[in-house]
Each structure stands twice: as structure tokens, then as C-alpha cells.
């Protein structure tokens, strides 16, 4: 398959000056402040001449939903060796595609915030998007020499943020939810990846996104107080429409049809395992309780995330 090198997406939103260029905001201005401080160089601080061997079980094979089934049973020690390397392809590219998504955002923003201390900590926040793209793809194209095209319902998601027209809309679509999501995930990572070199990455990673939720919640803090119930709606909607494809683009369906596994079967039983419930509901663990605080989280918004299974994390520990 042929991908292009670049494709249009068609945007459009309203854009403000600010004048009064006095901060008003101390806690964005001091989260600017440390932002300055925390940059890293994604090209010299990792250590890049650590080996990877991208067939090893860098990570647990018993975290594959499928692990012990008879289509894994069947699999030969080479065949599981190579699908080790592609799995961590594709994640690796879904978080990188992810970041793209994500320092286009932050652009958005600085343009249409009408407030210059969220303009200038979303200035940063795009040099650390554009950082974190340079180390997956650093890390892709130098060690697993292997790369993936973005999945169907991340790209989905993606350009709903980026079509939006609504500025909180954006914020509350890449600060709250999908960088909530990426926090979780980037966490569960970490923890069980044996490999240094991607472990020390996303640790810095990390540490770049946490500010970039506090971000989210801190704009957003006063922003649903005030509106109106057909505006509140709107939010609600697209918050769960983003849970549901967040949830669903984790099934690495491109792999299954490169190994020649029944992609519907397969589905079915990532679906059910328990291995793959409780990885789904753990990437919301972040996610609810910033909604929450944000007094977003409404009986109608209530029943929408108890169907999706992750009311669960309502009193869990916001992540900023
Ligand atoms: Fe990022
Ligand atoms: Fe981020």
C-alpha cells in the first residue's frame, strides 16, 4: 500500500488576538515556567547506542489477549518472534501518530485561545509534541526499522479535534481525553517493558504529558459552569463518541491479517479476555476523573461511561 507523504484536512475556526499581553493566569504562567525547564533533546539524552532486539519478548507475551489460545498455540518460536517485532511496531506507531495529532492541536491553539498565558504554555506544548514525534520516530526507524500507517479510529478521532470549531472543544478532545488516554497507556508501558532505551523515552515522555493534562484541566476550569444545556450536550456527545474510538483503536487488525489470523475471531476474543478488559478500562483510569473535576460528568454522562464499563474510576485519582 502506497501512502502519501502529506494529505489536506480542511479546518476552520475563528482565531483571537490577545492585547492585554499582562499574565492573568498564575498557574498556567507557572506551568509555562516549568515547561521551559523540562525540555530534553529527544536526539542526544536518550541513549541510542543501547541494542534493541526487536523480536525479543520486550515485553510479556502473556499481555497478548490471545496468548494461549490455538491460534497461538500453533504459532512456531519464529513466527512468535516476528510478531513480537510487529506489535511493537504498531503500538510505537499509533503513539507516534497520536503526538502528530497532538502537535497540530497544541498549533490550533496557540492561534485560538483567547488568553495569552494558555497561547504561550500551548507554544510549548508544540515544541514537546514535535519532540515526542522525533523519538518514536527516532525509535521506529533506527531500531525496529519498522513502521505502521495510523489506525482507521485514531484518525477518526484525530480529525474531530482538529476540525473543530470550538476551542474547548479541542481541548477537552487532546487534553483531557486523548492525552488522559496516552498517560495511562505510556504508564502501563513502562511498567512492563524490559527494554531501557524505550523505557527511559517514554518516562520523559511522561513527564511532558502530565503538565499537558494539568493544561487541559487548569483551561477548562471554569469553562462548563456557565453553559447552556444544548451546549453541554454537545460536549457530552463527542466526549463519549472519543471514548468509544479510543477504546476500539487498540485492535491491531492490520497485524491479524499479516499473520493470516481470522480478523472477526480475533476480535471476538481480545473482546472477552480478561487481559484485555482490564487494559481497556485502565486507559480510562485518568480520563474519568478529570471529567469529573471538570464538572462535566452528568447522569447522562454517568450511564454513557457505565455502558463503556469505566464509570468505575469516577473517585480515582485525578492525573494533574
Ligand atoms: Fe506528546
Ligand atoms: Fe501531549
Known amino acids: 500500500m502506497l501512502i502519501p507523504t502529506a494529505e489536506p484536512l480542511s479546518t476552520e475556526f475563528d482565531i483571537n488576538y490577545v ?76 503513539f507516534m501518530h497520536g503526538e502528530q495529532g497532538a502537535l497540530m492541536v497544541a498549533a490550533q491553539l496557540v492561534n485560538c485561545v483567547p488568553d495569552i498565558d494558555a497561547k504561550f504554555y500551548a507554544a510549548q506544548q508544540a515544541a514537546d509534541e514535535a519532540r515526542h514525534v522525533e523519538a518514536y520516530e527516532l525509535y521506529l526507524s533506527r531500531k525496529l ?31 483531557i481525553l486523548v492525552e488522559g488516554l496516552a498517560l495511562a497507556a505510556f504508564g ?58 479510543m477504546r476500539d483503536r487498540l485492535t491491531p487488525k492490520v497485524i491479524w491479517e499479516e499473520f493470516g489470523l481470522p480478523v472477526a475471531e480475533m476480535e471476538e476474543l481480545s473482546d472477552k479476555s480478561e487481559m484485555m478488559r482490564q487494559f481497556r478500562t485502565m486507559l480510562f483510569s485518568k480520563i474519568v476523573p478529570n471529567v469529573k473535576r471538570l464538572g462535566l460528568l452528568n447522569d447522562r454522562l454517568r450511564e454513557q461511561f457505565g455502558k463503556l464499563g469505566i464509570l468505575g474510576f469516577e473517585n480515582a485519582e485525578p492525573s494533574a
Open 145 to 175: 526499522e519498522k513502521q505502521y500507517p495510523c489506525n482507521p479510529e485514531l484518525r477518526t478521532l484525530l480529525d474531530q479535534i482538529l476540525v473543530a470549531k470550538e476551542w474547548d472543544i479541542k481541548y477537552l478532545g487532546m487534553q
Open 19 to 94: 492585547w492585554d499581553y499582562a499574565s492573568k493566569e498564575e498557574g498556567l504562567r507557572s506551568l509555562y515556567e516549568k515547561s521551559k525547564e523540562a525540555h530534553w533533546n529527544a536526539k542526544t539524552d536518550p541513549d541510542w547506542d543501547i541494542e534493541v532486539d526487536p523480536e525479543a519478548e520486550n515485553t510479556p507475551d502473556q499481555t497478548i489477549p490471545w496468548y494461549g489460545t490455538s491460534h497461538w498455540n500453533k504459532l512456531s518460536e519464529g513466527d512468535i518472534r516476528k510478531l513480537r517485532h510487529c506489535a511493537q511496531a504498531w503500538s510505537l506507531s499509533q
Open 188 to 245: 502501563m508501558q513502562n511498567q512492563l517493558t524490559r527494554e531501557p532505551l524505550i523505557k527511559d523515552i517514554t518516562s520523559r515522555i511522561m513527564g511532558d504529558e502530565a503538565r499537558h493534562v494539568a493544561f487541559g484541566v487548569l483551561s477548562l476550569r471554569d469553562a462548563y459552569t456557565e453553559m447552556s444545556e444544548s451546549e453541554l450536550r454537545l460536549r457530552e456527545e463527542f466526549a463519549v463518541e472519543a471514548c468509544y474510538l
